[in-house]
T-cell receptor, first 114, second 111 residues
């Protein structure tokens, strides 16, 4: 069956521009997560959705980062006024429920801010 | 912030040999999971061990957990070139959903 998909796979943007990253979770998975992987910080949790609500946004690094989820499915992570330190691979994962601990990851979006 | 630390940071072995990677963590956990990552992209779930379990097997994988030492090990037996990847441990604690990852071990299996 279809796994988690993310788009675009690569994104190069100029400093100061806004970017949107998209995640399509596995059908039927109610929980969705965003993580970020960078050389300096490793793999970091960003935000967690249960359905369309985000009970935990604690990992978002600044108010330039926001995310939404609609229809209990697709999620978009938006970074406004990108900075070079935002360069990283952004990974999305989904799971059947928040207590179904096995998370299925997408291939990631590699963001490069020049 | 990182919860766990894997060691070694890098491991190079010959095909057919066994590979052992270790993970230590700092706070109490609900479970510990191991993931594999190829070429810096998507993570693949390998195995989950709960805090009340001590050992678990899945195919060529064997995971142990010692909660008194706050450590886990992943053993891959009879390694293959296709096992070349980065391996990460990840824990869930009070939140029960948020994965906190270690820094990973880069395993290279030479044919």
């Amino acid at each position: 069956g279809a796994g988690v998909s993310q788009s675009p796979s690569n994104k190069v943007t100029e400093k100061g521009k806004d970017v949107e990253l998209r995640c399509d979770p596995i059908s039927g998975h109610t929980a969705l997560y965003w993580y970020r992987q960078s050389l300096g910080q490793g793999l970091e949790f960003l935000i967690y959705f249960q359905g369309n609500s985000a009970p935990d946004k604690s990992g978002l690094p600044s108010d330039r980062f926001s995310a939404e989820r609609t229809g209990g499915s697709v999620s978009t992570l938006t970074i406004q006024r990108t900075q070079q330190e935002d360069s990283a691979v952004y990974l999305c994962a989904s799971s059947l429920g928040s207590y179904s601990n096995e998370q299925y990851f997408g291939p990631g979006t590699r963001l490069t801010v020049t | 912030s990182q919860q766990g630390e894997e060691d070694p940071q890098a491991l190079s072995i010959q095909e057919g040999e066994n590979a052992t990677m270790n993970c230590s963590y700092k706070t109490s956990i609900n479970n510990l999971q191991w993931y594999r990552q190829n070429s810096g992209r998507g993570l693949v779930h390998l195995i989950l061990i709960r805090s009340n379990e001590r050992e678990k097997h899945s195919g060529r994988l064997r995971v142990t957990l010692d909660t008194s030492k706050k450590s886990s090990s992943l053993l891959i037996t009879a390694s293959r070139a296709a096992d070349t990847a980065s391996y990460f441990c990840a824990t869930t604690g009070g939140s029960n959903y948020k994965l906190t990852f270690g820094k990973g071990t880069l395993l290279t299996v030479n044919p």
